[in-house]
């Protein structure tokens, strides 16, 4: 019998097991078909640090969360309405997180002995009061999966591996999903293995139509597509929106484009979605380190490409001398630091906003550059094409912050025009007559001379260089002014970025100031605080360096700044050296964003309950 269909606004579903257990190809299959049916949505990926954690290990745990809904939706989800849980440890990791009343799809199979034990059970906790809040629907992913490939020609082992399959034709047949682009999907990952790519097919199959024939489901669901304004779209992490971003800009600039990284989590990604692109004119280089990978980016940009190094927080440390480097020369470079759980290796697989002090300050002697970041992945885009036309424009390092959330998320982008995106004018000085290598122009900005230029010789280096002429100068007045000169230079870009915006009253109680990956969180937030009356305004900065130029006069408007952030107050120490303003700080460093509910508490506690 046909199962009924009930209507749901918004669903948030978290797929959880071990970490060989495919969540992330799992939640990724999912993610992209919603994506075809129209939904908007927001995904959450999280997996362990470790290549390969010991299986059945509670820090061995991989997941994936995804919200999907009807109308326009800005995070991931403070909690999963589903927890589809293929193992003890993913149940007793993410439990916590689920909303009373919730969804346990558990994969009895996994709930062994052995693996009970190694997640700290002392017995299953299937059928017990510990899950008694919670509706619980018990399926033998592991034992039906096997069943579907009996005759396969798989060893018992390749089988088994196909029972994220199941689990996702399941969530297919539960959420009306279609099954047809993760079959086309299969054929085209695994063509070369067709007994492989069989079997996840089967899999895939035999998950829906086990939906439809148990009596475990009274219900099935439907989210309806939501009304996004009309265009082209297509799903995007921040990692290929920031490849993409920097692919269109060289394309606007007319130069080629030169990217250089050592591999580093979570920024690995854009070196392998640009490596893709070689018809584009764009070259990729992998370094041997994150040093060499910042001089090969310098030496690009001399030669006159739009020049591009990607890393985290220790790379940025490690690149720190040659980017000093870059601002001395004056030398047009995109840096892009995806951020991530420091100090040190810290949390790599976690996100934080753990590096706009070191941007802003980190590089030794008095050597600005602008920093910007972006907001959501699709964000990523735009920021990174503005990135590249600063770096180009004034001729200087910029870097771009993204973050692990950002980085690896993923939400709708609807796809600008190549005429709607702003130009980038490239003027390589040809004419010998006049040059000077440090003449500027009304930006503070040199000429940018490509070397084996006729007539255009002159001197590189890290010594610092005379005003006009370039020659190494030790002279203390040439130093004062070359320092002011070059501060001048990055201060200046505030008069070509737009105005700060106000969501909300323009003047009143409270604002709400952030900045990066919080921006979703906050955003979905303060709307709801606004509906129910209080009178909170939002403030996103994606420009940090310089500050918009307005920025002071809208703090001013304001009687209470509230900054919250993945850090312990980095733009909050910014914005009270800046504007000697007290600041209202809420910081949660847990390598997850923040969470909705925590934060709209923070803000009534600063509002003292007032609406």
Request: charged content about 20%.
């Amino acid at each position: 019998m046909s199962k009924t269909i009930e209507t749901l606004d918004d669903v948030v579903i978290r797929f959880a097991g071990d970490s060989g257990d495919g969540m992330q190809l799992t939640g990724t299959q999912f993610t992209n078909t919603t994506a075809l049916v129209g939904n908007d949505l927001s995904t959450l990926p999280d997996y362990p640090a470790e290549i390969r954690a010991p299986a059945g290990t509670l820090f061995g745990v991989s997941s994936f969360q995804l919200h999907f809904s009807s109308w326009d939706i800005l995070t991931p989800g403070d909690h999963p309405d589903v927890l589809v849980a293929m193992n003890p440890a993913a149940l007793k990791v993410h439990l916590k997180d689920l909303k009373k009343g919730g969804v346990i799809i558990a994969n009895t199979d996994a709930f062994d002995d052995k693996n009970l034990s190694l997640a700290g059970y002392e017995g299953s906790p299937l059928g017990t009061e510990a899950l008694s809040n919670y509706q619980v629907i018990e399926v033998p992913i592991t034992k039906l999966t096997l069943n579907a490939l009996q005759g396969s020609g798989l060893s018992q082992k390749e089988m088994v591996r196909c029972k994220n399959f199941f689990a996702l034709g399941l969530m297919y047949w539960m959420y009306s999903r279609p099954v047809e682009p993760t079959e086309k999907w299969i054929k085209e990952k695994f063509g070369k293995e067709p007994e492989i790519a069989a079997a996840n097919d089967k899999a895939l199959k035999a998950g829906y139509y086990y939906g439809e024939s148990t009596e475990a489901f009274a219900a099935r669901f439907e989210v309806k597509p939501a009304q996004l304004k009309p265009g082209l779209y297509r799903n995007i992490t921040g990692n290929e929106a920031t490849a993409l971003g920097v692919v269109a800009a060289a394309e606007k600039a007319g130069i080629p484009l030169y990217y250089a990284s050592y591999p580093i989590t979570p920024a690995s990604d854009i070196l392998h979605n640009l490596s893709a692109y070689k018809n584009f004119d764009v070259k990729t280089y992998q370094a041997e380190d994150e040093i060499a990978a910042a001089g090969a980016a310098v030496g690009a940009a001399y030669a006159g490409n739009l020049a591009v190094t990607g890393t985290s927080g220790p790379g940025a440390a490690l690149k720190s001398e040659t980017i000093s480097l870059a601002v001395m020369l004056e030398l047009p470079l995109v840096i892009v630091d995806v951020q991530r759980g420091g100090p040190s290796t810290g949390l790599p697989t976690k996100t934080e906003q753990s590096d706009l002090m070191f941007v802003t300050y980190g590089r030794h002697g008095e050597a600005p550059a602008p920093v910007i970041a972006a907001a959501t992945p699709a964000d990523c885009f735009h920021m990174a094409y503005e990135a590249a036309r600063i770096a180009v424009k004034y001729m200087t390092p910029v870097y771009l912050l993204t973050d692990g959330y950002l980085a690896n998320g993923s939400e709708p982008w609807l796809v600008p025009a190549a005429k709607e995106l702003q130009e980038i004018p490239v003027h390589f000085r040809t004419d010998p007559e006049n040059f000077h290598p440090y003449a500027r122009n009304e930006n503070n900005v040199r000429p940018w001379a490509l070397p084996g230029t006729p007539g255009l010789e002159h001197r590189i280096g890290g010594l610092e260089k005379a005003n006009i002429s370039g020659n190494v100068s030790y002279d203390p007045d040439n130093h004062d002014f070359m320092v002011h000169l070059r501060a001048e230079k990055v201060k200046g870009i505030e008069k070509d970025i737009p105005l700060q915006e106000v969501y909300g009253e323009q003047s009143g109680e409270l604002l709400v100031v952030s900045w990066g990956g919080t921006y979703g969180t906050i955003r979905s937030t303060v709307d709801r605080m606004r509906k129910n009356g209080y009178k909170v305004s939002h403030a996103h900065l994606r420009y940090l360096n310089p500050f918009p130029r307005n920025l002071g006069e809208v703090l001013k408007n304001f009687k209470t700044i509230f900054v919250p952030e993945i850090n312990l107050g980095q733009l909050a120490k910014l914005i009270r050296a800046e504007f000697l303003i007290p600041v209202v700080q809420f910081n949660k460093v847990r390598g997850l964003p923040i969470r909705s509910a925590e934060l709209e508490q923070a803000i009534k506690d600063a509002l003292g309950g007032a609406k």
